[in-house]
């Protein structure tokens, strides 16, 4: 029982550490709260959807690739002419962008959810040390430790990611220094496209269905993770990511069945009370306002 919770709890909470950072590498680099994240992670089970009778890899490879095409359209169309305006405006518009793609999405490829069987493969199940797994739940495991590994080698070890940090910390001065906007911009959309695909693989696994909505979680987990640990700090991100993912399965474990649909108000009740203590974030040292 208590290793089913351990690989549950990891697992939700290296989904959720993916989700935040995808959020916080953008706040951190455009100043821009994306409320457009949710959408590209729906293109990502879109793929799913289209390539479901093909094999298992290419249709993963196929939500790569959407994803990270409509992250860095995104980009070019939308928040490239306004690189230079204030958060309000790039915040309304991500909810614009958003909202049209929803739309777009609805009224044609997805007027109402739609299946998408897991590989079989995933719901088989095995026994450890006389826990009950789950193939799922390992993948989930495994899959997001590699991504957020692979992550934090690219924000270490590469070019790409030493400006991406530096543009993170302090864009204009980066800009100053030498860091080429063009590159670095486009560079982190298509890191969070990266991201947003294999959250879609992840949640289409444990949903088994694809619809125009389906990004509306995954945007809100990503944007309360962020806040929690700190917008301006991608380890506080991926800390507050965590940190929700640790916490939501530990209140499905404890409560009442009784008082499961309360989990959320007890989750962010608590999390109101980090905030009120820490306004700025776990791991972040400076407060920012978004509006």
Known sequence: MILEFVVSAIGLGALYALLTIGVALLFGVLGLLNFAYGEIVMAGGFALY??????WALSVGAAVVLAVIVAVVCEVLAFRPLRDADPITLMIASFAVSLAIQSLARMTVLPRAQGV?????????FQLLGADI???EIGTLVLCGLILGA???????TSLGIQLRAAAENFEMASVLGVRANLVIPGAFAIVGLLAAAGSVVLVARQGAVSAEMGL??????????????????KGAALGGFILGVATTLLETVL???????RDAVLFTALIAVLVIRPQGLLSSAKVRVS
């Open 134 to 136: 789950s193939v799922l």
């Open 117 to 125: 069987a897991p590989e079989p493969f995933l719901g088989q199940r």
């Open 256 to 262: 009442p069945t009784g008082l499961i649909a309360f």
């Open 151 to 157: 992550v934090a080698w690219l924000m270490t070890r």
């Open 50 to 55: 289209l390539f479901r009778d093909q094999p």
């Open 217 to 234: 979680q995954p945007m809100l987990i990503g944007v309360v993770g962020a806040v929690l640990g700190g917008l301006r700090s991608l």
